[in-house]
């Protein structure tokens, strides 16, 4: 098992341009999870997934898009970048136990 | 809504025993969660525990949890160079809700 991929690991981007964060699990979990890490304040939930077809919003959900048409995937959009969305970016599934299993994460900056 | 606080740094000795804290607001989380963060890598399960017991031990790792003063903390005993990350406490996470994270414990180990 892969457990949870992310892509790319680093990007760069220009401020009003788009991008997709891919995120991938092989884990059958049914919950996935979008968070954001920035200095002094944690993690804070993006947007958040519970099964295929259902998305739902978290603390920090401006800006970003998600959506979950398979169980496996859960891309994170951002739909026109701004420097306040320059983060570290994880994704995460859960199993039936509660435990997070993290991707390695994603370094956007957005110039 | 939830909040998680704990400090933000904390520095030993190798070899020294390590206590990193957290509080909580929520009386009614179900788990509360360590997790471990090595530099450029994603979150790992440390361990957890469940809301109605108040220690458990696992290895060199002691989680105490007073539920009165929503009070959790962990002990590494015989903390050794490698255990260098950041801690991030977290509780909650059954369900539909998610995990909410403190903004985590940098625990730096001098030799």
């Known amino acids: 098992n892969a457990g949870v991929t992310q892509t790319p690991k680093f990007q760069v981007l220009k401020t009003g341009q788009s991008m997709t964060l891919q995120c991938a699990q092989d884990?059958?979990?049914?919950?996935m999870s979008w968070y954001r890490q920035d200095p002094g304040m944690g993690l804070r939930l993006i947007h958040y997934s519970v099964g295929a077809g259902i998305t739902d919003q978290g603390e920090v959900p401006n800006g970003y898009n998600v959506s979950r048409s398979t169980t496996e995937d859960f891309p994170l959009r951002l739909l026109s970048a701004a420097p306040s969305q320059t983060s570290v970016y994880f994704c995460?599934?859960?199993?039936?136990?509660?435990?997070?299993?993290f991707g390695e994460g994603s370094r956007l900056t957005v110039l | 809504g939830e909040d998680v606080e704990q400090s933000l740094f904390l520095s030993v000795r190798e070899g020294d025993s390590s206590v990193i804290n957290c509080t909580y607001t929520?009386?009614?989380?179900?788990?509360l969660y360590w997790y471990k963060q090595e530099p450029g890598a994603g979150l790992q399960l440390l361990t957890y525990?469940?809301?109605?017991?108040d220690m458990k031990q696992d290895q060199r790792l002691t989680v105490l949890l007073n539920k009165k003063d929503k009070h959790l903390s962990l002990r590494i005993a015989d903390t050794q160079t490698g255990d260098s990350a950041i801690y991030f406490c977290?509780?909650?996470?059954?369900?539909?809700?998610?995990?909410?994270f403190g903004s985590g414990t940098r625990l730096q180990v001098q030799p």
């Open positions: 977290a509780e909650g996470g059954t369900g539909r809700r998610a995990l909410t």
């Open positions: 525990i469940f809301s109605n017991m």
């Open positions: 929520d009386s009614s989380s179900t788990y």
């Open positions: 995460a599934s859960r199993d039936g136990q509660g435990e997070l299993f």
């Open positions: 884990m059958n979990h049914e919950y």
